[in-house]
């Protein structure tokens, strides 16, 4: 008998019933193990390590500061000319998960439309990612990677896990992992399950929402529990995020908890 998936909320999406800074604490009230919400930065370092110690929740994960929201920015890894902005990101995102005890970090890439790229912005993406992981492991941290489906994120730089793990294997560091959404798996048409096994050895976190509508898992297409056996099979240990709108009241919708938990019980165990 293998131990339960560990569930973290992501406070982005659930929860948002209420200020920001009770979430935590509902989110522990709720069942889960962990949060995570991509930028902290509106909360003093401190702050936001009394919140966590309060609820008794470990955050999980959170991005690098990704550009200029307001222009619709999604990272800043690609582009030559914001190296330094970049490597400003990873001293502060470095700073704040050495307050909190956060283990890893999310560099994003960019936006940039296909037709705009040049050798140069995945050159220096990889020079980043290489740059990140090298700094992030003298702290014990490690620097994940994410695509996102371009029905949702049009333009982002990666829009599918062999993507991602290109990129990966290209910046040729140990300490950088994939971070697999399965909802943007199903969103460009590929097999969950299938992108599980092949990714399998580099699987560092996983974020789970239902396709098409992006709610609760289970609600729509997905099988989860074919998902939940290939991360079973694949060894996976880490975090399970929900990163999903709710289709209503956050609470109302969170009877997958315990689907999921019970799930990593392997059923052929002795």
Request: aromatic residues 8%; negative net charge.
């Amino acid at each position: 008998m293998t131990a339960s998936f560990r569930l973290s909320a992501h406070l982005g999406y659930l929860f948002n019933e209420m200020p920001l800074l009770d979430r935590f604490a509902a989110a522990r009230s709720a069942g889960f193990d962990g949060v995570e919400y991509p930028a902290p930065y509106v909360i003093p370092p401190d702050d936001l390590r009394r919140l966590l110690q309060r609820a008794g929740l470990p955050y999980v994960q959170f991005g690098l500061t990704n550009g200029d929201a307001s222009k619709g920015e999604k990272g800043i890894g690609i582009f030559p000319d914001r190296r330094a902005e970049f490597r400003a990101a990873l001293d502060q995102g470095l700073s704040y998960a050495e307050v909190t005890g956060t283990t890893m970090l999310h560099a994003m890439a960019g936006i940039l439309p296909r037709a705009m790229r040049r050798p140069e912005h995945r050159a220096c993406y990889v020079e980043n990612l290489s740059l990140a992981a090298t700094e992030a492991k003298k702290r014990g941290i490690t620097i994940i990677v994410e695509a996102m489906s371009p029905s949702a994120v049009p333009d982002y730089f990666m829009a599918s896990p062999a993507e991602a793990r290109e990129l990966i294997d290209e910046a040729g560091n140990d300490n950088l992992g994939l971070l697999l959404d399965v909802f943007h798996c199903a969103a460009i048409g590929a097999n969950p399950v299938q992108e599980i096994a092949a990714q399998s050895g580099s699987l560092a976190h996983v974020h789970v929402a239902d396709y098409p509508d992006r709610h609760e898992p289970g609600s729509a297409n997905i099988d989860f529990d074919a998902v939940l056996a290939a991360l079973r099979d694949a060894g996976y240990s880490g975090f399970i995020g929900g990163e999903y709108s709710p289709a209503g009241e956050t609470a109302a919708g969170l009877g997958w908890l315990e689907r999921f938990r019970s799930a990593k019980e392997d059923p052929n165990a002795v």
